[in-house]
C-alpha cells in the first residue's frame, strides 16, 4: 500500500502494456531538476523492483506518468495544466 510521501510511477509502453509501481522519494527537492534532465539523456529507464533490477530501453516508452508530480518541477515543464478532451 501506497504510504503519503510515495509516489507511483506508470510507464506506458509501445506496444500498449504499462507498468506501474510505487516508490520512495530518491533525491532532494533541490537535485529533481537535474535527475530528469538525466532522464529525459538516457538510453535505458532503470528501477529496482522487489530485489530485481529492471531496465527499459527508453525507445520502448510512449510515456511516463509520476503521480504526484515531484516538486519543484524544473523550468521546462509547462506547470498547472489540465487535460481538455482526447487526443
Known amino acids: 500500500m501506497k ?5 507511483v ?4 509502453m ?4 504499462k507498468l506501474t509501481f510505487q516508490f520512495p522519494p ?5 537535485m529533481i531538476g537535474i535527475e530528469l534532465e538525466k532522464a ?3 538510453r535505458m529507464l532503470a528501477a529496482e523492483l522487489d530485489g530485481s533490477l529492471v531496465m527499459i530501453p527508453t525507445t520502448s516508452i510512449k510515456s511516463v506518468q509520476v503521480t504526484p508530480a515531484p516538486t519543484p518541477l524544473p523550468r521546462f515543464v509547462i ?3 489540465t487535460f481538455y478532451g482526447k487526443g
Open 14 to 17: 509501445n506496444d500498449g502494456t
Open 3 to 7: 504510504t503519503p510521501e510515495e509516489s
Open 9 to 12: 510511477c506508470v510507464i506506458h
Open 40 to 42: 529525459l539523456n538516457a
Open 26 to 30: 530518491q533525491v532532494g527537492p533541490e
Open 79 to 81: 506547470h498547472r495544466a
